[in-house]
């Protein structure tokens, strides 16, 4: 089983260490890319310009300049400089040692700067989004989807994927559908089903840390996904087709 997970839009940086080691990021034939991606990152972010260009308010001019030093800046392991509600859910902090193992080896985040990178993966944080293009690279998701469907066919071959990203980055990569689950959330009044936004965030994080904590093995088949989230939730599946992956429509009580 694979949780993949979008980044946090806010990022938490480390205030001391090592630069980002790029020898020792998972998915090193992703470095090539990565590499072309941070350097017009850098470009930008040094432009007059450069909150227009990114799409960020004046709030964030200290994390746009932060963009144009990432070779220096201290790295830190993924699950703590992604933060925000999905990854306060998820508590990661609060994981037992073979929880965190599990973690580790489970979640696969989709970046717009990184591509793919696991839990542990030190990396400085950053500012940038998937729907951003960049110079000499054109759109995020575009430039993105044939790295990384190259790059992560082996890895997925045959594992059940979780996938927890926001529409921005699902965009980036389309995983083979008939092991991929979209997670959906929604509330129900009086019949009616309406997507949440924020406790949506908050909910996969929930499913992501039930996912990791909880006894016995792993769900390996969309059903016993279901089976695992119905242990916390309402739950139903929408089987998918040989183009569409399956759905986990998640209903949160009124």
Known sequence: MLILLPPSEGKTPATAGNAVDWTSLSFPELNTYRAKVLDGLGTVSAHEDALA???????????????????????????????????????????????????????MVISAL????????????????????????????????????????????????????????????????????????????????????HFAKHTRGELARHLLTRRGRAPRTPAQLRQAAAEKWTAELVEGTARKPHALNIILPN
Not at 69 to 76: K, V
Not at 92 to 107: F, H, I, M, N
Not at 176 to 188: D, G, M
Request: with cysteine; net charge neutral.
């Open 114 to 197: 990184w591509g793919a990178i696991r839990f542990g993966d030190s990396v400085p944080a950053y500012r940038l989004s998937m729907s951003t293009a960049l110079p000499d690279v054109g759109r995020l998701a575009s430039f993105w989807k044939p790295q990384l469907t190259a790059a992560l066919a082996g890895v997925v071959d045959g594992e059940l994927l979780v996938d927890c990203r926001s529409s921005t980055y699902a965009a980036a990569w389309a995983p083979p559908p008939q092991l991929t689950v979209a997670v959906n959330v929604f509330t129900e009044v009086d019949g009616v089903r309406k997507v949440v936004s």
């Open 53 to 107: 260009l990114l799409g960020v308010g004046a709030s964030l001019r200290a994390d746009v300049e932060r963009n144009t030093r990432l070779h220096a800046e201290p790295a830190a392991p993924a699950h703590q400089v992604y933060s925000g509600v999905l990854y306060d859910a998820l508590g990661y902090d609060s994981l037992t040692a073979a929880q965190k193992r599990k973690a580790d080896e489970s979640v």
